[in-house]
């Protein structure tokens, strides 16, 4: 009973990849046939529990629950200016000690999938985009300390500055897709 996954309903189990050739298609499992007797049991989707698992969601909750609690402290006058500037400091060293482990940890997962014939032109291929992954990576960072920056030198609260950049970054994305139909 333990042993036993829960999910959505999938007409031939938990790993069916939708596939419905004829050697294992069975209409009568089929959810999206109007015809089929478990018609409309589509998977249900737990949208917090999922959200929940994410790791990047807990790592962007300790990223501002830190700051956070920095902030509440230096205001509070528990802790002193050199100190809030050290937790700045411990914070991206955390980032890019976190992006370092995930950047070889990814590369060790795909050495080992990947066959050894497709390792050579699928290298290649990644060795050209990097520069534009790199380029991007930077400009995150640097974007993540300027806001810091304005929060910290200039007394801008981060969410007025971070969605100021997000609408701005909208608005831009907003005026290339209209740039581009034109």
């Not at 790791?55 to 920095?70: K, Q, S, Y």
């Not at 950047?103 to 520069?131: H, I, N, Q, Y």
């Not at 810091?148 to 950049?165: H, Q």
Request: hydrophobic share 50%; with cysteine.
């Amino acid at each position: 009973m333990f042993w036993k996954r829960t999910g959505g309903i999938k007409p031939y189990g938990y790993d069916w990849d939708g596939n419905r050739s004829p050697p294992d298609y069975d209409w009568r499992r089929d959810p999206w046939r109007p015809d089929s007797p478990v018609f409309g049991q589509w998977p249900r989707h737990r949208w917090l529990r999922d959200w929940a698992r994410a790791p990047i969601v807990w790592a962007l909750l300790a990223w501002f629950t830190v700051t956070l609690g920095a902030v509440a402290l230096y205001a509070l006058g528990v802790i002193s200016q050199d100190t809030i500037f050290a937790v700045w400091i411990v914070k991206y060293l955390v980032l890019f000690a976190v992006l370092i482990v995930a950047g070889v940890w990814s590369v060790v997962a795909w050495f080992r999938k990947t066959p050894g014939e497709e390792r050579g032109p699928a290298l290649r291929e990644k060795l050209k985009r990097a520069p534009r992954a790199i380029a991007w990576y930077t400009a995150l960072m640097a974007v993540c300390i300027g806001l810091d920056v304005l929060e910290k030198r200039y007394g801008v609260p981060f969410f007025a500055s971070a969605g100021g950049l997000l609408a701005a970054w909208l608005g831009v994305m907003w005026w290339w897709q209209r740039a581009q139909k034109v």
